[in-house]
């Protein structure tokens, strides 16, 4: 641990240790920041008041509160029926289907810790992932994007020592459990204990420095902060659509899709595959007021719509995050969007909506050049040269913890603000700007890649001899992943090559790189460490 000395450790029923910060949680409960409720208590509640509100919506589905806590209420009692017990794991790898909504209510109603995995990963991941946070359960899809999660689900749980129950989605498989067949064993009338608010609630992975996927814990009571500053400041009403293009096994999506609808009764309308001409279409046809994602979502959005002639008049606001977001995207949307709010924001997994935007009314200049407005949050710079340092931060929705203690060490000051890794400085008293990552992480597609991961698998290949990635904007991606190699005899590697060998060590596509650059030798400091920025600026220059 850091040594924080108003940090103590509690132990929940699992076993895991979580940080408990007195101080911090006396500020939240002081400034009503903790509901200290779960959405299973909010999705009694609103059943009983408003049990034919539409909460969900994908494709032709559309699921009233009434629906949705029934399934829900009744899956949880068939996930108890197979053993499952309050503070296991319970992991799902789904794409944007409203069987996720589902699952995430039946583990909050049931004590359980929610773990959302991208579905972009494959065998490599998964078998680190499932057995690290010892997951009891996993739903899949049968398939998903032309690839087959029921096989690799078969080889996954052959590597490991005590693998989880298998639920298939829209499918099913002979060594597994269907879907429909799971929730049919339990009833709908069943009755549960009362969820402690301040237990973990969630379980995400993020990827690190260490090359290594760290297990971020967040509990209802941090997840409701998050949901209350959406709520405050992005206009976030009963009533409001918020359109759901971001994977649900992200912070943001996630909480999009399974809590605000239950905490604050709007809607969440889903979109399981990008595509940004059938994005504008929903838009449109449900009237959604609201949308988040990384760049690449707005670029193509906003492209689609001006193709189309539609100013998408029901937005109401355009959050954007997760890579860098350039000012005139901004500017160009908010002028085709009419009497839409489109905005730059900050944050992480660790600490989601470090800053919320810019909603001042005209400010345009704060929306498009700066990540947005300092919310809950307490901000402060360390390190700084001239005023530009290492943001760290402290706030009521900041994780309790990691899942591993090693990953602790160094991560939070003795005041107990954790250190984001991320450079920056604070304009105008009270917005951020992001300059860099102090971490190197790529972030493609709003996922993020650790540049270390990869190139620890690649250096094992017979023909490199040494590989340093970095990352460089791109206006398809958000991020473009480039490996600079010194090969072994002069071998001709290229992204194919790569890809090839990467794809047969089980890892998940989204990491390849795209682009390869062949060296005799690696820039190196008097260390002998790889200069990477001379690298990035190197591959600037020539695109």
């Not at 509690?10 to 409720?37: C, F, K, Y």
């Not at 499918?171 to 009338?189: D, H, I, K, M, N």
């Not at 340093?468 to 010194?486: H, K």
Request: glycine letters at 8%; a negative charge.
């Amino acid at each position: 641990m850091s040594g924080v000395e108003n940090v103590a450790l509690r132990r929940e029923i699992n076993g895991w240790s979580v940080r408990v910060d007195e101080g911090r949680v006396e500020r939240a409960r002081a400034a009503g920041r903790w509901l200290d409720t779960t959405i299973a208590e909010a999705a009694a509640e609103l059943n009983r008041a408003d049990p034919d509100r539409v909460v969900v919506v994908e494709g032709s589905t559309r699921l009233t509160v009434r629906e949705l806590y029934s399934q829900a209420v009744q899956l949880a009692d068939a996930m108890r029926g197979s053993g499952l017990r309050p503070g296991d794991v319970v992991s799902f790898m789904l794409p944007n289907w409203h069987e996720g909504c589902v699952v995430y209510l039946a583990a909050s109603i049931a004590g359980l810790v929610a773990n959302p995995l991208v579905t972009a990963y494959r065998n490599a991941e998964l078998t680190f992932m499932l057995a690290d946070c010892r997951s009891r359960m996993i739903f899949i899809p049968a398939n998903y994007r032309r690839h087959d999660y029921v096989a690799m689900l078969d080889e996954v749980c052959r590597e490991l020592r005590d693998p989880p129950k298998v639920v298939v989605v829209r499918g099913a498989a002979p060594r597994f459990t269907s879907y429909t067949e799971l929730v049919a064993r339990g009833q709908s009338t069943a009755a549960f204990d009362r969820v402690d608010p301040d237990s973990v609630r969630m379980i995400l992975y993020t990827s690190g420095s260490t090359g290594r996927p760290k297990g971020v814990l967040h509990t209802h009571n941090t997840l409701n902060a998050v949901i209350k500053q959406i709520h405050e400041t992005w206009r976030c009403e009963a009533g409001s659509r918020f359109f759901v293009p971001s994977p649900i096994s992200h912070i943001g999506g996630s909480m999009y899709a399974f809590e605000l609808p239950l905490l604050f009764k709007t809607t969440a309308v889903l979109l399981d595959t990008w595509d940004a001409e059938v994005a504008v279409q929903i838009i449109d046809g449900e009237r959604c007021t609201h949308t988040a994602g990384a760049t690449p979502f707005l670029q193509q959005i906003l492209s689609v719509a001006q193709a189309r002639g539609t100013r998408l008049p029901s937005l109401e606001v355009f959050i954007c995050g997760g890579a860098s977001v350039p000012p005139s995207l901004v500017r160009e949307a908010t002028d085709w969007f009419s009497g839409c709010v489109v905005t730059r924001v900050y944050g992480s997994t660790e600490v989601p909506t470090i800053t919320v935007g810019s909603f001042r009314p005209g400010d345009i200049a704060h929306a498009a050049d700066t990540d947005g407005e300092i919310g809950y949050a307490e901000v402060k710079i360390n390190g700084a040269t001239g005023d530009e340092g290492e943001i760290w931060v402290r706030a009521p929705q900041m994780l309790v913890g990691y899942l591993r203690v090693e990953d602790e060490t160094d991560a939070y000051d003795a005041d107990g603000y954790f250190r984001s890794g991320d450079l920056g400085r604070i304009v105008d008293e009270r917005f951020v700007v992001i300059s860099g990552r102090k971490k190197d992480l790529i972030i493609r597609y709003g996922e993020n890649i650790s540049p270390k991961e990869v190139e620890d698998i690649l250096t094992s290949h017979p023909d490199v001899a040494e590989v340093s990635i970095v990352g460089i904007p791109s206006t398809r991606t958000g991020e473009m992943a480039c490996a600079f190699i010194v090969p072994r005899g002069g071998t001709q590697l290229t992204v194919n090559t790569l890809a090839e060998y990467l794809s047969a060590r089980g890892v998940a596509r989204f990491k390849f790189p795209e682009r390869v650059e062949l060296r005799e030798v690696m820039p190196r400091n008097a260390a002998g460490k790889i200069l990477k920025h001379v690298l990035r600026a190197e591959l600037l220059e020539r695109t």
